[in-house]
């Protein structure tokens, strides 16, 4: 069984950054790809940065380019997700997920972590 367990949201004012983090209770963690989505209220969840395996292949969606990095560190069952120049529409509940396929397809994912908020204010 997967359990994910994120932290690091929080309220930042636009400009600012976060990290978040997510470690996984999994024995072969490094055979998933790991994923970040996001929920914002009235909105469909999206995969915001995917990495592989590996972390050799990362994907991000258009509107985070250039501002969020994600990584993992596989000794320690962990995945980040550097969020810098946040703005207030990045604003959802973010969600750690993993998958025994790529990082790219957002219906691969299949094990989700509880959540955490992140608030941008403008």
């Known amino acids: 069984q997967v359990q994910l367990v994120e932290s690091g949201g929080g309220l930042v004012q636009a400009g600012g950054s976060l990290r978040l983090s997510c470690v996984a209770s999994?024995?072969?963690?490094?055979?998933?790809?790991m994923g970040w989505f996001r929920q914002a209220p009235g909105k469909e969840r999206e995969l915001v940065a995917g990495?592989?395996?590996?972390?050799?292949?990362?994907y991000y969606v258009d509107s985070v380019k250039g501002r969020f990095t994600i990584s993992r560190d596989n000794a320690k069952n962990a995945v980040y997700l550097q969020m810098d120049s946040l703005k207030p529409e990045d604003t959802a509940v973010y969600y750690c997920?993993?998958?025994?396929?790529?990082?790219?397809?957002?219906?691969?994912?299949?094990?989700w972590g509880q959540g955490t908020q992140v608030t941008v204010s403008s």
């Open positions: 997920a993993a998958s025994l396929s790529g990082p790219k397809i957002s219906k691969e994912f299949a094990s």
């Open positions: 990495i592989s395996w590996m972390g050799r292949i990362t």
């Open positions: 999994i024995r072969t963690f490094s055979s998933y790809a």
